[in-house]
């Protein structure tokens, strides 16, 4: 009874969301900023504008120096570990340490062009514009620390044109999928690079693609489900919910709708017995069957070791495969991609041990750049899907540690144009005030990056077989430490019990045949 | 003493004996599939069919045994002397045209080793079965305890022991069937209820007037 109402009360509030998500859509704001008289510039800087905004939003930029989208520094509350892009290693880039205004191109700021010191807090130095611009023009430029162009460049033979930014500012609304994905789509690089379940695919997704974000599904955008509560974003690879016993958010919200069950409950089903996987197995693993679907592949291995090769004629090399991905860069080492990626299966609770750099690493084995907590045992773990990525990357064979390679710069260290570990690390981990024994080695290294965008439609979920089954290619057939039915079985159990119903069989076909054979009559009366 | 042609298995007793008949073969031959044995289903399917089977046969098992008590018919399945007897028969009395030792009648219908089997089957294979059966079906109430995880090793493994029993007994049960006086008559006779019986004529008399058994 109390199933049966559960599944009455999900029902009710799904409905509720479906109403009410498209009118979200269409809510017009009851200021108009194409109408205010201190947005129509004309404007010289970025900053500028957010000085602009700052004038009426006067808590904004408060509340944004608080986000990790500004200050990249999260302390993980699981492990107590101070995390963060200048300090926790990935299997992609490396480190943004002494490669900054590349990398802090993504910061949600403007100007941070050392990122051994936090941003300074300068309030105009805050970026509204790259999620609030709904003009389409606005874009940070890849090398400026976070600033837009603000004169024409010539980038790869083209000459790229400085964003209008009176239009932009008076463009500004919710952010939309373009918005966010400005950055997290790239991340690691390029489109698709790093998440394999966030790519530019999704700005404009088909119904098969992202059943909640396309336009003829529930046409959401991220922060539908990543909630913002002044300016702070809710979801985290860091932290991760793995499970989330708070389940619905109406009536009672807890202002953090990235997890499914904020919206589906946790017995979103018909059937019960699918209810009843719920507890064991996150919503990701059978409704995002595979990852990479939106036809941008995403990187699953990344060699830094082969990099900085050159030519006969000292050309650096760079070679494409059939579908026009780099599969060599001089500059960054040999790549291999995929697309509708099946994922691999791990319990999960949430916790995750992440490495930082100058943390002591084993050099013995694969180093695990990020190691999950969980298993069958744990009530807070589920069965959750990853991306598994591969790397080779340089670390110090003596001081154990991964390093700091200089790649970006226009100095005569800088890897990409110099191709010198030597010199490039050199500079990095000088630049970033730690201990390098002169040393380059490479270790093989493995990260897990949980799958949850790219929610298919629900005739496209995984089937019950695709798990419970004997084959080898089962999608769980690696996971340890349960018994699932259709899976696993006790292989002399199994053995003794068909030699018993052979043996049964085989015993009344003798028996039969030896009556046969006698050809008395057997009567009995 | 008379030869009647009596009938000794009630409509329920037959009702009960082919629908449980059915519901073994469903549930044997799914419970293979969810198994991994074979996979002429979808697993999804399999375990659809499974767990219906399963509901029904429970619900028939508890009629059945309301059945059982209140006609007293019960008794039938308690341990008769003369098994030993029973077995010898079955070695070998049956190929060299020895006559069954045993002499069926309307209070003993079953004779010594069928009842033992009978029994074995009612309060050991079909428990076991229907005991497990539960536990697993309602795996999602237990399975936040701290001992889930072997539980349901324990659950599944004991399940399927149950399984292979039964099947081993579905097998020589049926073999067993052509061991009458012709191969299909004890089939015949738990179709249409109706077997040739001794009665004394006491009997007979006593039947003939209350009714309370058809003859014909």
Request: charged fraction near 20%.
């Given at each position: 009874m109390k199933r049966l109402f559960r599944h009455f009360r999900a029902g009710a509030v799904a409905l509720a969301l479906a109403t009410w998500l498209p009118g979200a859509a269409l809510a017009s704001s009851?200021?108009?900023?194409?109408?205010f008289e201190s947005l129509k510039g004309p404007f010289t800087s970025a900053p500028e504008v957010t000085k602009a905004c700052l004038a009426?939003?006067?808590?904004a930029s408060h509340q944004v120096m608080k986000s990790i989208h500004w200050t990249w520094d999260f302390t993980n509350?699981?492990?107590g570990k101070r995390l963060g892009k200048t300090r926790t290693m990935n299997s992609?880039?490396?480190?943004?340490l002494s490669n900054e205004p590349r990398c802090t191109s993504c910061h949600a700021g403007y100007g941070w062009t050392d990122a051994r010191q936090p941003p300074e807090p300068v309030q105009q130095n805050v970026d509204c514009l790259v999620c609030h611009d709904r003009s389409g023009g606005y874009k940070k430029v890849a090398?400026?620390?976070?600033h837009p162009l603000y004169e024409p460049r010539t980038m790869g033979g083209k000459t790229v044109m400085p964003p209008d930014l009176a239009k932009a500012a008076q463009s500004v609304g919710d952010p939309g999928r373009d918005n966010c994905g400005a950055c997290h789509f790239n991340?690691?690089?390029?489109?698709?690079?790093?998440?394999?379940?966030?790519?530019?695919?999704?700005?404009?997704?088909?119904r098969k693609l992202d059943v909640h974000m396309a336009a003829d599904g529930?046409?959401?955008?991220?922060?539908?489900?990543h909630t913002f509560n002044d300016h702070i974003p809710s979801g985290s690879r860091y932290d991760t919910a793995a499970k989330d016993p708070h389940g619905l958010d109406l009536p009672k919200d807890d202002h953090n709708r990235a997890t499914c069950e904020s919206c589906h409950g946790d017995t979103p089903h018909h059937e019960a017995k699918l209810n009843d996987h719920t507890d064991k197995v996150a919503?990701?693993?059978?409704?995002?069957?595979?990852?990479?679907?939106?036809?941008i592949a995403t990187k699953t291995l990344w060699d830094?070791?082969?990099?900085?090769r050159k030519d006969a004629d000292g050309k650096a090399i760079f070679i494409k495969d059939d579908h026009g991905h780099?599969?060599?860069?001089?500059?960054k080492g040999d790549f291999e991609y995929g697309e509708n990626v099946r994922p691999t299966y791990h319990w999960h609770n949430g916790v995750t041990d992440q490495v930082n750099i100058g943390d002591k690493i084993d050099d013995s084995q694969i180093l695990r750049l990020n190691t999950l907590h969980g298993d069958a045992?744990?009530?807070?773990?589920r069965i959750w899907p990853f991306k598994e990525m591969r790397g080779k990357q340089p670390y110090?064979?003596?001081?154990k540690t991964l390093v700091v390679n200089?790649?970006?710069?226009?100095?005569?260290?800088?890897?990409?144009?110099?191709?010198?570990y030597a010199k490039s690390i050199k500079f990095g981990m000088e630049y970033a005030g730690l201990p390098w024994s002169g040393q380059i080695g490479f270790i093989e290294t493995r990260m897990t990056w949980p799958i949850t965008h790219m929610v298919a439609p629900k005739e496209d979920a995984l089937k019950c077989g695709q798990c419970h089954?004997?084959?080898?290619?089962?999608?769980?057939?690696?996971?340890?430490?349960f018994y699932m039915p259709g899976r696993d079985s006790i292989a002399w159990l199994d053995i003794l019990g068909y030699l018993a119903l052979a043996g049964a069989l085989g015993g009344v076909l003798l028996h039969g045949l030896a009556r046969i054979v006698m050809n008395r009559k057997t009567r009995h009366d | 003493m008379i030869k009647r042609d009596v009938m000794i298995y009630t409509r329920y007793e037959r009702f009960w004996h082919w629908s449980q008949a059915v519901l073994i073969f469903t549930l044997f031959f799914t419970g293979l599939g969810i198994h991994g044995?074979?996979?002429?289903?979808k697993f999804g399917q399999a375990v659809t069919i499974h767990t219906y089977a399963a509901y029904a046969l429970m619900a028939l098992w508890v009629f059945t045994t309301f059945w059982n008590f209140t006609t007293g018919?019960?008794?039938?399945?308690l341990f008769k002397k003369g098994i030993i007897k029973v077995i010898r028969f079955y070695a070998w009395g049956i190929l060299v045209g020895e006559p069954h030792p045993y002499k069926k009648s309307l209070q003993r219908k079953q004779n010594a080793l069928q009842s033992l089997a009978y029994m074995t089957f009612m309060v050991i294979i079909g428990p076991a079965l229907w005991l497990t059966g539960i536990a697993y079906l309602f795996y999602n109430e237990w399975?936040?305890?701290?001992w889930a995880v072997d539980g349901l090793w324990f659950v599944a493994v004991a399940h399927t022991v149950a399984a292979f029993a039964m099947g081993t007994f579905v097998i020589i049960h049926i073999y067993m069937?052509?061991?009458?006086?012709?191969?299909l008559h004890y089939v015949k006779t738990m179709i249409t209820g109706y077997d040739k019986v001794e009665l004394s004529e006491v009997e007979e008399a006593y039947l003939a007037e209350t009714k309370s058994v058809e003859m014909r």
């Open positions: 009851t200021a108009d900023h194409s109408k009426c939003h006067t808590e509350p699981d492990t992609f880039c490396g480190s943004p090398t400026d620390a976070g991340g690691g690089g390029g489109d698709a690079v790093k998440h394999g379940d966030l790519d530019s695919s999704l700005v404009k997704p088909s529930a046409n959401m955008t991220c922060a539908t489900c919503c990701q693993t059978c409704h995002i069957p595979e990852f990479a679907r939106g036809g830094w070791s082969t990099a900085g780099l599969s060599y860069s001089a500059e045992r744990d009530p807070d773990s110090d064979p003596v001081l200089h790649v970006y710069g226009r100095d005569d260290s800088a890897f990409w144009g110099n191709y010198d089954t004997r084959g080898e290619d089962g999608r769980l057939a690696q996971l340890p430490g | 044995t074979h996979s002429f289903l018919q019960w008794r039938q399945y399975a936040g305890q701290s069937t052509t061991t009458g006086k012709t191969p």
